[in-house]
């Protein structure tokens, strides 16, 4: 993780620093477009020392690229490279590193970092080709400053931020347990009952962002206008979004500071936010059958909106560094499967919210049930018992009259 801190440079400070991010950016695209070049039977692509060399002739062929800070430019070469390795890493599946935009976030890094403080509220963080810039003292820096990442969202706002390790949270041992279930109407849902709803955008915000985007629609393109227009619409999403990290914070520290086991569903979210796949028509050439985009937008937006991934990554973050036990279980079936009697079947879930076992006639929230579920299965876990991959009632044997409860679904077992 990392500790960000706002940025105040001033207009001249942050002319210069627009450069390093446009540099920092050109070396990347430079590197990608080399490497996108490379085929099998080919020249293998140029290597680390060979792109540096390719800079230092590129800096002294060009004075406004040698007018930038050479160790930002040579970072955004080592940056490249990391992305590789992750990219050729199967233990970390990583994508292809891609061209980056002038567009959205911009950014770039410090190397040898170092910074003071100012007074009670402020400080100053050195760069390259600047000096010192002021920054916001939110909290204490950490003790050792390596490197340092400066960047600019959409709306303009600069933050620098200092790699530091996860702190501990503050806890008592409670010997509780939890089952957390992710949803799209409701973003959670403990095994307690308990439900958590993300920020969403507020009616009045969506109708200024639709109303801006039709409006930016009309607009010709590299204008001045349309400028000012996508810049108010990024400025309405960046708030929506510093809301949501804000409540995964808040969220992901009361779980591990409420419980010493937490469940959670192993969920792929990128792939489940994956755009469908065209459908050719096979009686019409150059034609595409029905794929339900708009729908599978909509429901990929419910989800990246209700911070899944986010908040599963920062939960088990704080567990690791707590003694919190985080354990991931198969989400197969858990909001199908009763979990008083261990029935699955499709009709058990009458609605989004309404669960109704066909076979015992338990009733229950369709997500509390669900959360049980998760809870009842994690702890079948931790004991080191090994879960069926397949629900009763669903590609496996079920007795017509079972003894006992199907294994990890009684109340007594959560």
């Known amino acids: 993780m990392s500790y960000r801190y706002r940025l105040t440079p001033t207009p001249k400070q942050e002319a210069i620093m627009r450069e390093h991010c446009a540099h920092a950016r050109f ?6 477009e080399q490497q996108s070049w490379w085929r099998p039977g080919r020249v293998s692509a140029p290597g680390h020392y060979e792109r540096k060399r390719q800079l230092t002739g590129a800096r002294a062929a060009e004075p406004w690229l040698a007018a930038g800070s050479s160790s930002v430019q040579q970072q955004a070469l080592c940056d490249f490279d990391n992305a590789m390795n992750a990219f050729f890493d199967k233990k970390n599946p990583a994508g292809k590193p891609s061209f980056r935009s002038k567009r959205g976030t911009q950014g770039f890094v410090i190397r040898d970092t170092k910074a003071r403080r100012l007074n009670r509220r402020w400080g100053a963080v050195h760069v390259p080709k600047l000096g010192w810039v002021r920054f916001r003292w939110s909290r204490a820096v950490p003790e050792k400053l390596g490197m340092s990442r400066v960047n600019c969202d959409g709306t303009g706002r600069w933050h620098v931020s200092f790699p530091a390790p996860q702190p501990v949270a503050e ?6 347990a939890v089952g957390l279930d992710r949803g799209v109407r409701t973003a959670l849902v403990a095994s307690d009952g308990q439900h958590y709803r993300s920020p969403r955008i507020s009616g009045r915000r969506a109708a200024r962002y639709l109303a801006l985007q039709q409006r930016m629609a009309r607009q010709h393109k590299k204008s001045r206008k349309r400028e ?8 309405i999403a960046a708030r929506t979004a510093d809301r949501r990290k804000d409540w995964a914070e808040k969220i992901s520290t009361r779980m591990v500071h409420d419980h010493d086991v937490i469940v959670l569903e192993k969920l792929n979210t990128k792939g489940m936010t994956r755009k469908p796949a065209a459908k050719p028509d096979p009686d019409r050439a150059g034609n595409f059958l029905p794929n339900r985009h708009s729908q599978k937008a909509g429901l990929s937006r419910g989800i990246l909106a209700s911070c899944w991934g986010m908040l599963g990554t920062r939960t088990k973050q704080k567990g690791a560094v707590s ?3 985080v354990v991931q279980i198969d989400p197969r079936f858990t909001s199908q499967q009763c979990h008083m009697c261990g029935h699955t079947a499709k009709e058990n879930r009458e609605s989004q919210a309404v669960f109704r076992c066909v076979e015992c006639g338990h009733e229950d929230h369709a997500d509390t049930n669900a959360a049980r579920n998760i809870l009842a299965r994690g702890l079948l876990l931790t004991t080191g018992e ?29």
Do not use: C, F, K, Y
């Open 171 to 176: 806890r008592e041992p409670t010997g509780s």
């Open 386 to 414: 090994v879960v069926p991959a397949h629900a009763l009632g669903h590609r496996a044997s079920r007795p017509r009259q079972p003894a006992q409860a199907a294994a990890g679904t009684t109340r007594s077992a959560a």
């Open 228 to 235: 000012r227009t996508r810049h108010a619409m990024a400025v």
């Open 27 to 32: 070396v990347w695209n430079l590197a990608v």
């Open 323 to 325: 003694g919190v036990t």
